[in-house]
């Protein structure tokens, strides 16, 4: 069974930092794209930032120049560092991993960590 767990939410001021972490775990063959996906209430889950297996980044436009995905691929974690936060970045966060099967792969979700930008 695979499991994620997301941690490193919270409440920050507007110009703070977070840093949010993905640890997957359990019976996996492999990992393929990471990514994360916020949603604030009564909207639609968004991309954030991706990153593939072969270290390609893509971010939404308007995080560039703010956030920064990396993957530390022995710990099987994929992390967001969250800088010049500011409040429209308020809402849940998602960890989204695409594990790899014998024929095919599979995204499993993580169950979002909240992060709040207020003063």
């Known amino acids: 069974q695979v499991q994620l767990v997301e941690s490193g939410g919270g409440l920050v001021q507007p110009g703070g930092s977070l840093r949010l972490s993905c640890a997957v775990s359990?019976?996996?063959?492999?990992?393929?794209?990471m990514g994360w996906y916020r949603q604030a209430p009564g909207d639609q889950r968004e991309l954030v930032a991706d990153v593939s297996s072969g270290a390609t980044t893509t971010y939404a436009d308007s995080v560039k120049g703010r956030f920064t995905i990396s993957r530390d691929n022995a710990k099987n974690t994929v992390y967001l560092q969250m800088n010049s936060l500011k409040p429209e970045d308020t809402a849940g966060y998602y960890c989204?991993?695409?594990?790899?099967?014998?024929?095919?792969?599979?995204?499993?979700w993580g169950q979002g960590t909240q992060v709040t930008v207020s003063s």
């Open positions: 989204n991993v695409r594990v790899r099967s014998l024929f095919g792969e599979n995204a499993y």
């Open positions: 359990g019976s996996i063959f492999g990992i393929n794209a």
